[in-house]
């Protein structure tokens, strides 16, 4: 049995997770059983970052649009460090697609005029 | 002086949810002062994701959350005038501001939501030994630096104290390519949610150092060490215990404190224990006709509670303007064992249910929320788990409210029995 803390919302429930069958306990909602199973299998996080905007203001917020997995993390940041963005950009616009291998892309988080 | 209904202080997620609210009411003529360059407070700098799960049912960076409030407002004609600072607030709500566009204003409301949010402790007020160098900064203040200015306060990084902001930006400037050495916590558990100890600390092999505080501070112009020690039960250091960091950034992330100078000023009664205005439980201050919501009137750790308070202010403010009253007998509320403070402070006798928050000055398992008329139990709400860096809320329904005899209503914490 492996014991996690759940950090798919604040809560923070418990879990413990069968090495072998992945079932979960401990869990109080249904997607605490898919993040135990997941974090035993293959750990993903969302990356949230800034990228360097060319103009007036100086940063905009991104993020992947969805959890990519743990060991990319630091490669995701390289390419987002890379990237430089000009207004107009709108929350959700895709700034890197596929990002670094993962099926995740790279999303804005704040409207730029 | 120029004249509106509801002015709203603050243009934070608390300040936007509370206009919106108070429009939705039928009010009108309302402005939002702001003093940044734009709406969204705090939550434009706070761009990890982890708000609106209650709310939107999915997980939203800050500035995602922010936008969400700010096209809504966009939608109605409400005003938000941003570069604009309230230096003063009246007990017969005049404000006097100061904007680059307008000059110096004095403006009349009919009604005024607080909703200024707060500031972090400094070294100050936690008083640190050893050397004033440079390199010492509070999280938030960095975050700020990191996240819209986009410099990077430092390469090698101690972190005092496990509030959220300081895990944050554990996680942080580690993806930025810093070393964070220690996260350091004087209480012997973290004042951090725990999904943020194990995303921030856990994920990339930080060390949480429990019942430990910074003991001396080293450098000449720039930090070079931090000097960190064990505590015993009453805090103090333990000699013999002291490690040695070498590192030139020193993060603080040591509480919050609600930015109440207006309110102070005004003659609006302060509650020590939360640092904010005392309030009834339509969250309207002891100035009638001014209300506060936010993190202005007590720290909360999710947005989400800091929406829906704040709909609650916007809503009594609008039935303010109407011409309605709160009224009925007064029932305190006083905070029993092991409750830190509550809000609201007081209510209504005949209102038609109270929502109690609080928290905890332990951590609980398995423990009991009793809510009490002298030796009368009203209520009592079972808890797995209770800490003090979450907070708790209870209802108590009008069937129960009625049973009250006297005038006050004690929340106290029932210890599971050994
Ligand atoms: C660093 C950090 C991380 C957080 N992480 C999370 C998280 O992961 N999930 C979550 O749900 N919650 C999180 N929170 C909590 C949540 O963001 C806050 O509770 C919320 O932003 C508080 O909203 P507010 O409107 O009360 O205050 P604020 O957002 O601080 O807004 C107050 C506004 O009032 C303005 N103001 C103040 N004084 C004046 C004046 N005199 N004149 C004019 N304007 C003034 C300020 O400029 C500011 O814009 C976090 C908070 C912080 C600080
Ligand atoms: S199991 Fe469900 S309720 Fe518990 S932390 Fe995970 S998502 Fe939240």
């Known amino acids: ?113 | 002086m120029t004249k509106h209904e509801l002015v709203v202080i603050g243009g934070g997620p608390a300040g936007l949810a509370a206009a919106l609210a108070a429009w939705e009411q039928g009010v009108r003529d309302i402005l939002i002062l702001e003093r940044d360059k734009e709406a969204g407070g705090i939550l434009n700098q706070c761009i990890h994701n982890g708000f609106g799960l209650h709310r939107f049912k999915e997980e939203l960076t800050g500035p995602e959350y922010a936008g969400r409030f700010i096209d809504l407002v966009k939608q109605t004609d409400i005003r938000i005038r941003t570069d604009t600072m309230v230096l003063d607030l009246t007990a017969d709500r005049i404000l006097h501001t100061v904007s680059p566009q307008h000059g110096y204003e004095a403006i009349q409301a009919g009604a005024v939501i607080l909703a200024m949010g707060c500031r972090e402790r400094t070294r100050g007020a936690i008083s640190i030994p050893g050397a004033r160098c440079s390199g010492i900064f509070t999280a938030g203040a960095a975050q700020r630096f990191l996240n819209i200015e986009g410099y990077m306060v430092g390469k090698r990084v101690v972190i005092l104290g496990s509030g959220d902001i300081g895990l944050i930006m554990a996680r942080r400037m580690t993806l930025e390519g810093a070393k964070v050495l220690a996260c350091v916590e004087l209480m012997p558990y973290s004042g951090g949610l725990n999904r943020n100890i194990v995303q921030c600390l856990h994920d990339f092999d930080i060390p949480l150092y429990l019942s430990h505080t910074v003991t001396d501070i080293r450098g000449r112009d720039r930090l070079e060490q931090v000097v960190v020690s064990e505590v015993d039960e009453r805090r103090n250091p333990i000699p013999g215990t002291e490690m040695v960091f070498d590192c030139d950034t020193l993060l603080l992330s040591v509480g919050l404190l609600p930015e109440n100078e207006l309110s102070r000023q005004a003659g609006i009664e302060i509650d020590p224990r939360t640092n904010g205005p005392v309030v009834w439980e339509n969250r309207e201050t002891s100035i009638p006709g001014v209300f506060a919501c936010g993190n202005v009137l007590h720290v909360h750790d999710l947005v989400d509670y800091v929406s829906a308070e704040s709909e609650s202010a916007g809503a009594a403010a609008a039935a303010y303007l109407q011409g309605i009253r709160a009224e009925g007998e007064e029932v305190r509320l006083i905070p029993g064992s092991g409750v830190g403070y509550t809000v609201p402070q007081h209510f209504h006798r005949g209102v038609e249910n109270v929502e109690i928050f609080f928290r905890v000055r332990n951590i609980y398992h398995n423990a009991a929320i009793r809510v009490t008329d002298g030796e009368k139990q009203i209520a009592r709400f079972k808890r797995e788990h209770m800490a003090p860096g979450e907070m708790e809320n209870v209802r108590i329904p009008k069937v129960l409210l009625d049973r009250i005899a006297g005038n006050t209503l004690t929340v106290e914490i029932e210890e599971a029995a050994q």
């Open chain 1, 1 to 113: 049995m492996k014991e996690l803390i759940c950090i798919t919302c604040p809560k923070g429930c418990h879990l413990k997770v069968d090495e072998e069958t992945f079932a979960v306990t401990g869990n109080s909602c249904p997607r605490g059983a898919v993040y135990g199973a997941n974090e035993l299998r293959s750990p993903v996080r969302v990356v949230t970052s800034t990228v360097v905007v060319e103009g007036p203001a100086r940063r905009l917020p991104v993020k992947t649009d969805r959890p990519i997995p743990k060991g990319k993390m630091f490669a995701v940041m390289e390419e987002i460090a890379k990237l430089r963005v000009k207004a107009p950009v709108a929350v959700g616009d895709i700034l890197i697609p596929n990002v670094a291998g993962t099926d995740g892309n790279v999303v804005a988080t704040k409207n730029l005029q």
